[in-house]
């Protein structure tokens, strides 16, 4: 019975070591700098300055993922606003072709007044988006700051 005891705490123990010691593969901190985890934080007091040097290097990462958001949400927007007009056009043609499933001028006009509160529906979340983003960007760079001085210096 003791002997089962024994082999599993060496069991756990010989896993956890194996744990602190293994690098981090990824962003393994909080947007208050603190390593997430129980692993984390083990490795974060086990592997000192080396944990955070990898930690500044995904933090880059991170960084430069989120100053690049908007050119590429930007992108698939340009794409879907083709893919709009495409559609219009297209339904345009149908209806020249066949006036009866033309809209009404009241549904017509009720398309252009939703259209016109959809665009200031999005431009009101795009700014929200940009203010979101440049506050988790300002937190990643303070964090970066904050990894970069405990890798110089531990």
């Known amino acids: 019975m003791r002997r089962g005891l024994y082999f599993g705490l ?10 602190a010691l293994l690098p ?36 880059d990462r ?14 698939f927007r340009r794409e879907t606003d083709k893919a709009v007009q495409e ?21 017509q006009t009720a398309s252009e007044l939703r259209k016109l509160a959809d665009d200031l529906e999005r431009k009101e979340m795009q700014a929200r988006e940009a203010e979101m983003r440049q506050e988790i960007v300002r937190k990643l760079q303070a964090c970066r700051v904050t990894a970069s001085s405990r890798g110089n210096t531990q």
């Open 24 to 59: 981090a593969r990824k962003l393994a901190l909080d947007l208050a700098c603190q390593p997430v985890g129980l692993s984390y934080r083990l490795k974060s007091r086990v592997q000192r300055a080396k944990f955070w040097r990898r930690q500044v290097i995904y933090l």
């Open 62 to 75: 991170e960084i430069t993922w989120y100053a690049s958001l908007p050119a590429r949400v930007e992108g």
């Open 87 to 107: 559609n219009r056009r297209f339904r345009e043609e149908t209806y020249q072709k066949n006036l009866a499933l033309r809209p009404s001028a009241a549904e």
């Open 10 to 19: 060496a069991v756990m123990v010989t896993v956890s070591v194996l744990v």
